[in-house]
């Protein structure tokens, strides 16, 4: 009886072992299993990447098992069990990085479809903007100028006479020469790209119109077309080389002034493309930025301007003109203007729009102006004379001709801008001169 007790519980005791054994391989599985998707989190941002891994590999087993067999070094049996495959949470974790890897590899080869990476253009499809071909220019008898023949990134564009069209919402536009006759360009546009006028590859340089070289505007162009600029121009041209501003040689032919035997001669004549130190010059009664013909002398001096109008945050002059071939008003003497050397200045536009105009806001008879815009004003006519920028300013206060302007020029020796006695300095009439019309 004894006997068969013991016996039964031998039996007893060895059912329950068993049935504890599963129980705790049971709960060792769910563990393992949990920690295998928990390996599949450590992965991070490669989870995803570990799909297109496996993708790409054409159906290969994941990282997680090929690791598992592995690190574990079991047997072909072994590494098929729940227990072994999660066991090295830390070492599964380690493949999916390898195998996200090569998604980031295939995501890069369209950067090579032939063109550089020029990346969001504004005139993309639009005159100007890049191309590999043709339809990807959406007008009509558009051409594309490829990177083979010379253009970074090609190039939209069309063939042309004398003009091109224009798109709200893109650069303007100007015709010129080209390899095959007239074609279009993107003219140059600081808004769009502020740097330099131009998409990457390309500079703002003035060029004359097709079948029309008396006009010119700032046109991009690639990079490797010939600059205006030679080791045989003078300093001063070097020097307007060195600062970046946009200028061509000018084909004048000496002028001589109306009802005189005087000649008007322009050293060093030039044509420059605003903006010219940050600061655009517009005429008086145009809505756009034109080149401006002068001497270099002058384009250096408004380049020195800009560093003071720079401080008020101006960034438009408006201008009345520069290059005027004529004697001063009742007198037999050439004007600055004759020179190029001279510039009468109308106004001044600030980047938020305000605009401080001497016809409206100069305020006459007095060196201590009240109005804030006025103050400005007195302001910057005492640094163009304190800072020697030009030799010569006369203000609304000289004489009625001069009432809604600063006529400011380089006449050679000269530095004054004084009233009364020679010690006694600001702006105000100054008798030195009878201009007129300057």
């Known amino acids: 009886?004894?006997?068969?007790?013991?016996?039964?519980?031998?039996?007893?005791?060895?059912?329950?072992?068993?049935?504890?054994?599963?129980?705790?391989?049971?709960?060792?599985?769910?563990?393992?299993?949990?920690?295998?998707?928990?390996?599949?989190?450590?992965s991070g941002m490669g989870g995803m990447s570990d799909d297109a891994g496996v993708q790409t590999s054409g159906g290969e087993d994941t990282g997680v098992n090929t690791s598992g067999a592995t690190d574990t070094g079991a047997s072909p049996m072994d590494t098929s069990a729940p227990m072994d495959t999660g066991?090295?949470?830390?070492?599964?974790?380690?493949?999916?990085?390898?195998?996200?890897?090569?998604?980031?590899?295939?995501?890069?080869?369209?950067?090579?479809?032939g063109a550089p990476d020029t990346g969001p253009d504004p005139n993309r499809g639009w005159i100007g903007g890049p191309c590999q071909g043709a339809?990807?220019?959406?007008?009509?008898?558009?051409?594309?100028?490829?990177?083979?023949?010379?253009?970074?990134?090609?190039?939209?564009?069309q063939f042309c006479e004398r003009f091109c069209p224009d798109q709200e919402g893109?650069?303007?536009?100007?015709?010129?020469?080209?390899e095959r006759g007239g074609q279009c360009m993107s003219r140059c546009d600081y808004t769009f790209y502020p740097d330099g006028g131009c998409r990457d590859g390309y500079r703002c340089q003035i060029m004359p119109r097709y079948n029309e070289p008396s006009v010119t505007q700032g046109t991009c162009v690639p990079e490797s077309w010939p600059g205006p600029g030679t080791m045989t121009d003078s300093a001063c041209l070097q020097a307007l080389e060195e600062r970046g501003v946009v200028w061509d040689h000018w084909d004048y032919a000496t002028q001589v002034a109306d009802g005189t035997n005087l000649q008007c001669t322009v050293?060093?004549?030039?044509?420059?493309?605003?903006?010219?130190?940050?600061v655009?010059?517009?005429?008086?009664?145009?809505?756009?930025?034109?080149?401006?013909?002068?001497?270099?002398?002058?384009?250096?001096?408004?380049?020195?301007?800009?560093?003071?109008?720079?401080?008020?945050?101006?960034?438009?002059?408006?201008?009345?003109?520069?290059?005027?071939?004529?004697?001063?008003?009742?007198?037999?003497?050439?004007?600055?203007?004759?020179?190029?050397t001279a510039i009468d200045i109308y106004g001044f536009t600030t980047s938020d729009g305000a605009d401080y105009i001497l016809e409206r806001d100069w305020e006459h008879g007095t060196s201590n102006p009240s109005g804030a815009k006025a103050r400005v004003l007195y302001e910057i006519g005492q640094r163009m004379y304190?800072?020697?920028?030009?030799?010569?300013?006369?203000?609304?206060?000289?004489?009625?001709?001069?009432?809604?302007?600063?006529?400011?020029?380089?006449?050679?020796?000269?530095?004054?801008?004084?009233?009364?006695?020679?010690?006694?300095?600001?702006?105000?009439?100054?008798?030195?001169?009878?201009?007129g019309n300057h």
């Open 1 to 42: 009886m004894m006997v068969f007790r013991s016996a039964r519980c031998v039996a007893w005791s060895i059912a329950l072992v068993a049935l504890l054994g599963q129980g705790c391989a049971d709960e060792r599985t769910v563990e393992d299993k949990s920690m295998l998707g928990q390996g599949s989190l450590d």
């Open 87 to 113: 066991a090295p949470p830390m070492d599964t974790g380690a493949p999916p990085m390898d195998t996200g890897a090569p998604p980031m590899d295939t995501n890069t080869p369209p950067m090579d479809t």
């Open 135 to 157: 339809s990807e220019c959406m007008f009509e008898d558009a051409i594309c100028l490829t990177d083979a023949s010379g253009y970074p990134g090609g190039a939209c564009s």
């Open 170 to 178: 893109n650069s303007v536009t100007f015709c010129v020469e080209g």
């Open 267 to 278: 050293d060093d004549p030039i044509r420059v493309q605003s903006p010219i130190n940050g």
């Open 280 to 340: 655009s010059y517009r005429y008086v009664s145009h809505d756009y930025y034109r080149t401006l013909s002068m001497s270099c002398e002058l384009a250096l001096a408004l380049w020195d301007l800009g560093d003071v109008l720079r401080e008020y945050d101006i960034v438009e002059v408006i201008d009345i003109g520069t290059f005027n071939c004529r004697t001063i008003s009742g007198t037999s003497t050439l004007s600055q203007h004759s020179f190029g």
């Open 386 to 435: 304190n800072d020697h920028i030009f030799n010569i300013i006369l203000t609304p206060n000289y004489n009625s001709a001069h009432d809604n302007h600063f006529h400011v020029d380089l006449t050679p020796g000269s530095h004054t801008i004084r009233f009364g006695e020679p010690t006694e300095r600001y702006i105000g009439p100054d008798q030195w001169e009878r201009c």
